[in-house]
């Protein structure tokens, strides 16, 4: 984005939060995802991914409403147990045969299931072939100089990372664990990413808000949506 290009963060957001503003309602092609006994969707499944998905016998897939179905926990268990074994063991599944190139044939750190009625985690890789939303947490570091301008500490990817490698990016961000709250990430990855004393942190960090986005890969056509936590 340049000055003169006439672009405003919030242009920029609109552009990736593309998915069609009836999506809920109007999702042909994807599959929903329902954690039974709730009736709410929990993400949304490329009808090619529902075929390569090596599904577990907990899940039901249903062709003609375009659903797939986890089942009720058995009794003595919760869903939390239920579900996270029923993931987890699709999730080896695709990763020891190499079904999906996103997940890199290696496992990766937890994400929340956001809105499931029990803690309910899937890996993260794995996340955007379940299409369930995910969050995320951004900090922008800044200094005000002594003429009263602020100067925006701007950082540069890896061009190692998987995502968007070399590319300019927040002070700090990372995706939130699925145990972490959005402060907890931003402190962690203020460390890890940025070396700021956690104390700096603690005493300076503000939040700032959210902004939700559902967005459909062009490339990939996987649907996620997210939840980013700005500060």
């Not at 092609?29 to 907990?58: C, E, Q």
Request: charged fraction near 20%.
């Amino acid at each position: 984005m340049t000055p003169s290009s006439g672009l405003k963060l919030l242009d920029l957001i609109t552009a990736i939060d593309n998915a069609p503003l009836d999506f809920a309602t109007n999702y042909a092609p994807y599959y929903r995802l329902f954690l039974s006994p709730d009736p709410r969707p929990h993400g949304f499944i490329l009808p090619a991914t529902v075929s390569l998905m090596p599904w577990p016998a907990s899940f039901t897939i249903d062709h003609d409403n375009r659903t797939v179905t986890l089942s009720e926990p058995p009794s003595g268990s919760t869903l939390t147990e239920h579900a996270n074994s029923a993931f987890q063991e699709a999730v080896d599944k695709a990763i020891g045969d190499d079904l999906f190139p996103i997940l890199h044939k290696e496992h990766s750190e937890y994400f929340r299931i956001v809105g499931a009625r029990e803690f309910v985690q899937v890996e993260r890789f794995a996340a955007p072939l379940f299409g369930i939303a995910t969050r995320g947490a951004h900090l922008t570091g800044y200094v005000r100089g002594d003429d009263g301008n602020i100067k925006i500490w701007v950082a540069k990817r890896s061009r190692h990372l998987f995502s968007y490698p070399g590319l300019l990016d927040s002070t700090v961000a990372g995706g939130i664990k699925a145990s972490d709250t959005p402060l907890a990430c931003i402190k962690a990855e203020s460390t890890e990413e940025a070396c700021l004393p956690p104390d700096l942190v603690s005493s300076s960090v503000e939040p700032a808000g959210a902004i939700t986005l559902a967005n459909i890969n062009q490339k990939s056509k996987l649907f996620h949506s997210d939840i980013i936590y700005v500060f």
